[in-house]
């Protein structure tokens, strides 16, 4: 897409990847659309779902074929609206993230009413892995997520793969980076060791300087961890 597109998508199932990168600034995705609107104010999210689904998808864009739908690579300037993200998966390998994976993404990336919903992992952050860029200069905000819906994701190791430090962060891991998340909804997430719904780790180096990970006006029901 071109810089400074809003990109409108009309409900339905689609079952692709999306990566997005620092060439791609200014970029808005808006989901919900029946396809007959003029204006975006017009679109009803709850009768047009739009949803990004990983089931039966070949392997996908990320390390030895890891299936996380939706890569932020460094972005900046973006906005994803109103899409659901579900079936995504790192089961190929002990990988991050299941359903998106940012990496290296700061405040001006922001997720408003998506659902996140039915995403897995091996490793870290079944439905979204915020990735900082330990050990290069470390980026000390976080991308957005405001009205988000976090639920029914696990984290699940596989021990023939990585038996030791596998199954962490059910719904949300902030690995070496900040994030906020404000009015979002995390509900039945599972994480086999730790972090039910949301796990932080923080980089000995220039953990000090990054900006806290927030927590506002956010409902936990019904998360579970084993640890």
């Not at 091996?122 to 405001?146: I, N």
């Not at 962060?169 to 086999?192: E, I, K, W």
Request: proline residues 5%; contains cysteine.
């Amino acid at each position: 897409s071109v810089p400074g597109t809003d990109v409108w998508i009309a409900g339905g199932v689609y079952s692709e990847y999306v990566t997005i990168t620092a060439l791609q600034q200014e970029l808005r995705l808006y989901g919900g659309f029946s396809g007959s609107e003029l204006r975006r104010i017009d679109r009803n999210v709850e009768a047009n779902p739009t949803i990004i689904d990983g089931k039966g998808l070949p392997g996908g864009p990320g390390p030895m074929g890891t299936r996380y739908l939706m890569r932020f690579q460094k972005a900046r300037n973006v906005v994803i609206d109103g899409l659901t993200v579900t079936g995504g998966a790192s089961d190929v390998d002990a990988q991050f993230g299941g359903g998106i994976w940012c990496f290296g993404c700061d405040e001006t990336v922001v997720f408003r009413d998506c659902r996140i919903a039915g995403n897995s992992t091996t490793a870290y952050g079944a439905g979204v892995l915020v990735r900082g860029t330990f050990p290069e200069p470390t980026v000390l905000t976080g991308p957005v997520f405001r009205s988000c819906l976090f639920a029914g994701n696990a984290a699940v190791e596989n021990p023939d793969i990585a038996p030791l430090w596998g199954g962490h962060g059910g719904g949300v891991v902030c690995l070496h980076s900040s994030a906020s998340f404000v009015d979002c909804t995390f509900r039945g997430n599972h994480a086999q060791k730790t972090g039910g719904a949301l796990r932080m780790w923080l980089s000995p180096d220039g953990a000090a300087a990054l900006r806290p990970v927030l927590v506002e006006d956010c409902t936990f029901v019904g998360n579970s961890a084993g640890l």
